[in-house]
Structures are given as C-alpha cells and as structure tokens.
Nanobody, 120 residues
C-alpha cells in the first residue's frame, strides 16, 4: 500500500527558509524519480522540483536557485530545502513520483500535503 507523508510546512516570513520532508512507503523508492509539487488556491498543481533515481535534479524557473531537492534512499525520504521564500510560494506542497502514482482503484494518489505560507 503506497503512502507518502509530507511534513515540515508552516508560516514563514518573506526571505525565510523551510525544509520539507516526504517519507515514502509501499513503492520501489530508489528506482523512481521523485518530485515536489505545489498547488496554490485557484491554481493547478505544478511540479516545482524533480530528482531522478540517479540524483539529477530539475527545477521550475520560478524556484530555480532558491529551492534544492534531495533524496535519501536508505530512508525512503525526499527533501525540499526552500530558501529566500516569497509570498508567491504560498501553497500546499506534495511529493510524488514523477510521473505521479496512479492507483487502479482510485486514480492518481496524493498524500495529505503540507501547507507553506509565506507572509509578514
């Protein structure tokens, strides 16, 4: 049974930092590319950072140079270090495989996400 559990979100001032974590279970973690996605109110969910099984990374232009994705295959965990946060980074952040996991019975699987709010 697949499970993705995100944590580490919170309220932070502009310019601040947060580190998100995502613990995965029920999947072949080390052999899959993983991503961090976010969804702001009224907007579509978007992929902001991706890490391949081999450790190569890619970022959306909006976060390049500020966010860093990493993974620990021994712990089945993926991280997102977020620096120089801006109000427009406010969103619910989710981790998932890239492409996202699709379950036969319920469709695309998403964890509960973690809320990041950037505000003074």
């Amino acid at each position: 049974q697949v499970q993705l559990v995100e944590s580490g979100g919170g309220l932070v001032q502009p310019g601040g930092s947060l580190t998100l974590s995502c613990a995965a279970s029920g999947m072949f973690f080390s052999s899959n590319a993983m991503g961090w996605y976010r969804q702001a109110p009224g907007r579509q969910r978007e992929l902001v950072a991706r890490i391949s099984s081999g450790g190569s990374t890619n970022y959306a232009d909006s976060v390049k140079g500020r966010f860093t994705i990493s993974r620990d295959n021994a712990k089945n965990t993926v991280y997102l270090q977020m620096n120089s946060l801006k109000p427009e980074d406010t969103a619910v952040y989710y981790c998932n495989r890239d492409p996202p996991i699709v379950l036969r019975t319920t469709g695309v699987y998403w964890g509960q996400g973690t809320q990041v709010t950037v505000s003074s």
